[in-house]
């Protein structure tokens, strides 16, 4: 169905200001480029949006939840007014570190769903000399907006029910990098005062104890290579939205490697639950490689420096490997056999 109507908000760096500035708003008339553009957000998002969130209870654990009641309102009846408490909420998190931003609200339908997008984009701070002081004109927009304007942060929301539904949403954030998590999370969290419905740390937990425990379930070298050749080079992934399944994906696995490693989850449809990866979570459930040979010798080092620990060259036409490492002795103990 074709967008109803698209209102777009000048929102302030106000977190913390004594004087916060006003919140500018207008209507975006159905035409030109950015409509364009913003439609392609509008139709994009209910596959590109692939982070679930969902909005808070309140402090009792009541189906309560002030940042939802504006949404709704919203969606119900949109206004300039309505909206424009979406955005003044918007500015007083917002720090000077995330900038001057235009906050897009686009209402439409979907059968009988209700569907509303909500968008920042970063704006040029150059040209707010232009800033009217009660509008927001069509070419202004285009100045601090197109320039941006495959940078953004979307949240999409769906329901037939504006009372019983609309608590949870999906999530993209083309704005995030490794630097900026925390802008990330001043937007679900503390704007949308919501949760991640997976949340990095356990999502990135979740991968890293399958692939420890696929390690140990199977005797196939091949896996254990691939899954340990995968976990080193993990440690270096930003805090991209990332699966299981695309975890496997991205590191080449062979099909029963995939399995194996699917294998020891909870359940098959966890594989494909998207979650942001913490680089910090996977070290700690992954901190060491051992490599076990079949002369008895076991080699232990940390997972990111292994191979730099230890240096290896394959022997006897490349059926057995040679190790060597040199180091001082530190400490040295006997353990009982597995």
């Known amino acids: 169905m074709p967008i109803e109507i698209v209102h777009t908000y000048l929102v302030h760096p106000n977190k913390n200001q004594a004087e916060p500035a006003a919140i500018v708003g207008s209507l975006v008339p159905h035409e030109g480029e950015m409509f364009e553009l913003l439609k392609s957000v509008y139709e994009k998002a209910d596959t590109e949006c692939n982070i679930g969130i969902a909005f808070k209870k309140d402090a009792s654990g009541g189906q309560a939840n002030a940042r939802r009641n504006m949404l709704t309102a919203y969606g119900a009846a949109p206004s300039v ?5 979406l955005a003044e909420q918007l500015g007083l998190v917002t720090t000077r570190r995330s900038g001057l931003g235009l906050l897009f609200l686009i209402k439409g339908m979907e059968g009988t769903d209700h569907k509303v997008v909500i968008s920042r984009f970063r704006a040029n701070n150059g040209v707010l000399v232009s800033e009217a002081a009660d509008m927001l004109t069509v070419e202004f927009i285009d100045r601090v907006f197109m320039k941006n304007a495959h940078s953004y942060k979307a949240v999409v929301y769906r329901h037939s029910s504006f ?6 949403g999906m999530a993209v954030d083309k704005q995030i990098n490794s630097q900026d998590l925390d802008s990330s999370d001043y937007w679900v969290k503390d704007f949308l005062l919501s949760d991640f419905i997976t949340s990095p740390a356990f999502g990135t937990r979740r991968l890293a104890v399958a692939l420890k425990k696929a ?3 199977t005797n196939d070298l091949e896996i254990k290579q691939q899954i340990t050749a995968a976990a080193t080079l993990a440690s270096g992934l930003g805090p991209d939205p990332i699966s299981v399944e695309g975890f496997c994906e991205k590191f ?5 490697t995939k399995s194996a490693v699917i294998g020891q989850l909870d359940r098959p449809d966890l594989a494909t639950d998207n979650f942001l990866f ?3 979570e996977f070290k700690k459930q992954l901190p060491l490689r051992t490599v076990e040979l079949d002369n008895g010798a076991m080699l232990t080092a940390d997972a990111g420096s292994f191979d730099e620990v230890f240096e290896h ?7 057995k490997i040679k190790f060597s490492t040199v180091g001082a002795v530190v400490s040295e103990k006997l353990e009982k056999g597995r």
């Open 252 to 256: 080449g696995f062979t099909p029963n």
């Open 313 to 319: 060259e394959a022997v006897a036409d490349g059926e």
């Open 163 to 168: 009372q019983g539904g609309f608590w949870n």
């Open 278 to 280: 913490n680089a910090e």
């Open 215 to 217: 390690i140990k379930a």
């Open 81 to 85: 007014e309505l909206g424009r408490s």
